[in-house]
């Protein structure tokens, strides 16, 4: 029997024969779709993948599909022309490419996966029947998600990717890390994922290799946290980076919530996932709001006390005050709308200038993310093609493809919504911030007018060009209402042209300013809905008002 398996096997990868088997069983098995630095392919470049595994009988893929779009199931075909790379053995793997580059072999797609989470399927030749599916999530760079052996139900991450392997959780050694420094009591330095101020803890990674912290713990008197795998792009820390975990008692959260809370003082430890020391520290519960505790310089012995906390970002850092510019459109569904320089219809963020002199964005950083403030950076390389002229634009692309220019970011935009903020070369200060809210296909989020307060989705969307000149008066009698200075610091006076209620981002209001005039306000960090006084006959008006 074995021999009559073996001859089928040989007639199939010369002669093209499909064998298939009554007992076949085939499966998505693993994918990287995050792959910087992992392995690369015959070309000697850090692609995508997607592994299958076969736990039935000799299997040709031939005329199968794979794909990453409901709606086109039958995207890329496994090729009829070459048997012995779409065969699969019985307990074998096969890997496939996704890098969207068929030119380069038959092992090649047509299609790239998207850290920022997508769903892949491999389909039947009918090009209907769906055989397997998963929804890969967000990705943390040369993290994989697989199944937690060959063929079962149950997912994990794997910070050692297994490609053309059984799936194995393998353990990488405890390395050097540091408890870099933290902030007990936070009113206004830095808040979460719901806008909420906690106190938090910053490690430090001197490495020149990330390091994912599950299995790590930290304890601090009779408390313990567990770093978890679940979320491993907020437990990973980059070479020579830094992460900062929330002390709210509530891992519930999220990953980089921890189950402990900075009421009392005592030593901070760190340690690995077998249980020895990786660092320690004397943590003083006392120490005075808004202010944290550092190692003077990252990894230092020395610690002293930081009255500008330097949270995710070095101990030594040289506040580089950003440039006026402003985030002034964006586009997260663009099907028919602008092309870039490919001819792909792509998600923009457009940049503009309004001041008088020009603007070298170089250094600048760019991020939707508000775990990762440093998740993009203008590449300081390009010329005098990071200038924005007086008055100019510049759109860039968020389609996670650098190889396409300077200008095309390694992220993408969700049209259900979420942040952007765009920072100084320091990686820390923000420039401008702003949230895009769930767009339908081809409109855009974008300010009013050039640079102005408010926010408006345009039903013909102007990338690269302006959004129209501010004027005293629009929309007929509706006053334009401006603030100023905008964004501004937490001790700031700003200016309000007439009366106005302020609301929080949970929609309470929080102040009501009576009339013209200028105002300490002294509200938390963050970004606020100034309500203007409703004329006869107008529509509401609504301003954003952002407290740095």
Known sequence: MKKQVLIAFCLSVVFGLAVKSEAQSVVINEALSSNSSFDYDDFFQYEDWI????????????????????????????????????????????????????????????????????TVFLVEPDGTTIIDNVTLGLAQ??????????????????????????????PLP??????????????????????????????????????NLSGYVLELGGDQHTFDNNEP????????????????????????????????????NLLGYDGTLVDGVEFDASTPVDVSQGRSTDGSPLWTEFSTPTPRVTNALQIIPPATLVINEAQSDNFITYTDETGEYEDWIELHNPTSSPIDVAGYYITDRLDRPQKWQVPVTSGDSTVIPPGGFVVLFADENGSQ?????????????EPLALRSPDGFTVADSVFIPELSQDRSWGREFDAHPNWIEFFIPTPNASNGVNSI??????????????????????????????YSHTGQPVRHIQGKGTYNLDLPRGQYLVVWPQKMGASTQASRLIIQ
């Not at 933290?182 to 906690?198: G, K």
């Not at 002390?247 to 919530?257: E, K, Q, R, T, Y």
């Not at 629009?474 to 302020?502: D, K, M, Q, W």
């Open 51 to 118: 592994e299958l595994y076969n736990d039935g009988g000799i299997l040709n893929l031939s005329g199968y599909y794979l794909s990453d779009d409901p709606d086109t199931l039958d995207k890329w075909m496994f090729p009829s022309s070459n048997p012995g790379l779409t065969t699969i053995l019985p307990g074998g793997h096969l890997r496939i490419w996704c890098d969207n580059d068929e030119q380069q072999g038959e092992d090649h797609t047509n299609f790239k996966l998207s850290s920022e989470g997508e």
């Open 141 to 170: 760079s040369d993290i994989s998600y697989g199944r937690t052996c060959d063929g079962c139900a149950e997912w994990q991450f794997f910070n050692v990717p297994t490609p053309d392997a059984p799936n194995s959780d393998i």
């Open 174 to 211: 405890v390395s050097t890390l540091f408890i870099n420094e933290y902030q007990v009591a936070n009113t206004n330095t830095l808040f979460d994922e719901a806008f909420n101020y906690h106190g938090w803890v910053e490690i430090f990674n001197p490495n020149d290799y990330q390091i």
């Open 233 to 268: 792009w907020k437990t990973t820390i980059d070479g020579n980076d830094f992460q900062i975990f929330w002390l709210d008692g509530n891992p519930a959260l999220g990953s980089n919530h921890l189950e402990i809370e900075p009421t009392s003082s005592g030593t901070l």
């Open 405 to 417: 220019g300077w200008n095309h970011m390694n992220f993408k935009l969700s049209s259900f919504g």
């Open 473 to 502: 008066e629009n929309a007929g009698s509706e006053v334009a209402y401006t603030l100023y200075p905008n964004p501004c610091l937490r001790t700031t006076p700003v200016h309000f042209p007439a009366a106005a209620t302020i």
